[in-house]
């Protein structure tokens, strides 16, 4: 082995902001010292990286695996919508018009109709859906597309708010609403599985308020993660779109008694922003902690060699082999030049679930040092039992890490009997209130006015009490908080 370059063994990785200390400077930190992503020219834009695009890459096929298991098959639509169509359903226009980007021109040329970037699809499938179901049996239309869409936001953070986005949006037209209302059910248990199960984000999730919902829907549906300092994440969601957009871009179908009908349709998606959840509820202050099933990396092999011995890094070679066989995302790092506290300290920072150390000593006594992320403890396990380890490890990691998170949930959310006790969860003590409300907008509307929060959505706990805001008779239970 060559003699270490000084500066690089000697150069630390720059401490990050305590998590603690601030949590917003802890996040831009950790998102770029991870190399999740980086600013852009276009402000409020970010560069995914590499590491931050496998993240996402595993996201999409765990989804897309339980999309198409379910019926969905992926398309994909245009990124431009002429103004005509995105102005035909009244609220969805009025909901949208301040975050659309519009092209006005083509080289040097003015457009005769302005042509909107995306901000999300329903009017240009609406449109094609249009043209494609006539009858009853070609119902229901069951597509989803992958895709990128634009919303010039004000005030951006990378993943968790930006301008240009990656999601998944489906959208799907049904003979029934009876059976449309069944599919955005279905979907919102789709997210519910997937964030809880692979990305141990605990969540509350249940309807919005009309208010909250999306334009130009009848109903829609939330999953909400609740970040360590309170807020608010919504993660994803599915709408009940009644008839709306079929009226509004006359998606009709000839029903089996020969009456000409409109078709019931739904939207659902979920976005990049939901790694900022992930990085924000699972990561300490050492960086990110990736839960084992959705890492990129799940294990990381690194050889602590000296005296330019060969058998450490010939084991180290080994060891990835077999775990990689075993179905473990592995990657050894045996680049030379690097002292292995700082490998170490780096691997931490990109948040890899677990650590396989291997040197001379553990060599002669045929074993094999475990590291785990979630918790910084070490183990030695016998060579023989390392496949067998690490995926008992794994299991233990992901389920870990969804207990810690979920005791954030508990512990930051908190009834409220009254307004002032609303007042208290929201300024004091930096959580989620859990309160019965009457279901008018004016009390709605004090939840902003004097908390700077929203109803992130409905819950089915006990009407035990009136409206914490106005005393009157209470009609549901709500989950207020701020929100990212
Ligand atoms: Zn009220």
Known sequence: MNKPDSQNTNKKLDAITPKSEDISRWYTDVVL?????????????????????????????????????LGHQNAYFPLLIPESFLTKEAEHVEGFAPEVAWVTHGGH???????????????????????????????????????????????????????EFLWQEGHTA????????????????VYKDFVEGDLAIPLVTGEKSQKEKFAGALNTYTIEALMPDGQALQSGTSHDLGQNFAKAFNINFLDSD????????????????????????????????????????????????????????????????????????????????????????????????????????????????????????????????????????????????????SEILKNKTFKAASFEEFVSVIREKHGMADLVWCGSTECEARFKAEGGATIRCFNDGEIDGPCAVCGKEGTKRVFVARAY
């Not at 996402?56 to 897309?64: P, S, T």
């Open 109 to 163: 040329e003015e457009l005769e109709e302005r042509l909107a970037i995306r901000p999300t699809s329903e009017a240009i499938i609406g449109h094609m859906y249009s043209k494609w179901i006539e009858s009853y049996r070609d119902l229901p239309v069951l597509i989803n597309q992958w895709a990128n869409v634009l919303r010039w936001e004000k005030v951006t953070r990378p993943f968790l708010r930006t301008t």
């Open 258 to 405: 020969g009456q000409r009908k409109f078709a019931w349709t739904t939207s659902w998606g979920m976005s990049t922003r939901i790694i900022g959840a992930a990085i924000m509820v699972h990561g300490d202050d050492r960086g990110l902690r990736l839960p084992p099933r959705v890492a990129p990396m799940q294990a990381v092999v690194i050889p602590i060699v000296y005296k330019d011995s060969q058998d450490v890094i010939v084991k180290a070679k080994e060891l990835t082999k077999r775990l990689l066989a075993a179905d473990v995302r592995v990657h050894l790092d045996d680049r030379e030049g690097f002292k292995p506290g700082w490998k170490y300290s780096e691997y931490e920072m990109m948040g890899v679930p677990l650590r396989v150390e291997i040197g001379q000593k553990d060599l002669e006594k045929n074993q094999v040092c475990l590291v785990r992320r979630d918790t910084l403890e070490k183990m030695f396990v016998p060579d023989v039992e390392l496949e067998e380890t690490v995926a008992r490890l794994m299991k233990e990691i992901q389920q870990n890490l969804f207990n810690q998170a």
């Open 33 to 69: 010292k991870a190399k999740m992503a980086d600013y852009s020219p276009v402000k409020g834009c970010m560069v995914i990286r590499p590491y931050g695009y496998a993240l996402w890459e595993n996201i999409q096929k765990l989804l897309d695996v339980e999309f198409k298991r």
């Open 174 to 189: 049904h003979r029934t609403h009876e059976e449309a209302q069944q599919e955005v059910m279905q979907m919102l248990k």
